[in-house]
């Protein structure tokens, strides 16, 4: 076990040694002079704006979306509008943290309709 620990930090070791070669490199190649501070630094010409969450997409995405616009709705009223199979909306309203069945219509859950669902 003892061996493989030090195996380890040797690789490490080596992968360090090359990733200060490469610092090196770069710091040579565009003029940058250190004397353990980069001097030099390369400022942001446009701030980092997160984007916003992508728009629910897939199957789920679909029901989330049917739900939002038109509201709570039987399961039987999901598959006509929709046209899936009756298995993949099964599968997709047995997502708790989204949807929810009261007295037999789904809708989305108080706070818990998530914006950013990719994928079923």
Not at 24 to 44: D, E, Y
Not at 89 to 102: A, G, M, P, R, T
Not at 107 to 117: N, P, Q
Request: proline share 7%; hydrophobic share 30%.
């Amino acid at each position: 076990m003892e061996e493989d620990v030090e195996r380890t930090i040797e690789r490490i070791n080596e992968r360090i040694k090359e990733l200060e070669d490469t610092k090196r490199v770069l710091m040579q190649t565009f003029g940058i002079k250190t004397s353990g501070v980069v001097r030099r630094r390369f400022a942001m010409t446009h701030p980092i704006i997160p984007s916003p969450p992508s728009p629910p997409s897939g199957r789920k995405g679909a029901i989330q979306e049917l739900l939002r616009q038109r509201g709570p709705m039987s399961k039987t009223d999901i598959l006509e509008q929709t046209g899936f199979p009756e298995g993949t909306v099964s599968y997709v309203l047995n997502d708790k943290e989204i949807f929810q069945n009261i007295d037999g219509k789904w809708s989305l859950c108080e706070g818990g309709a998530k914006d950013d669902v990719m994928t079923e």
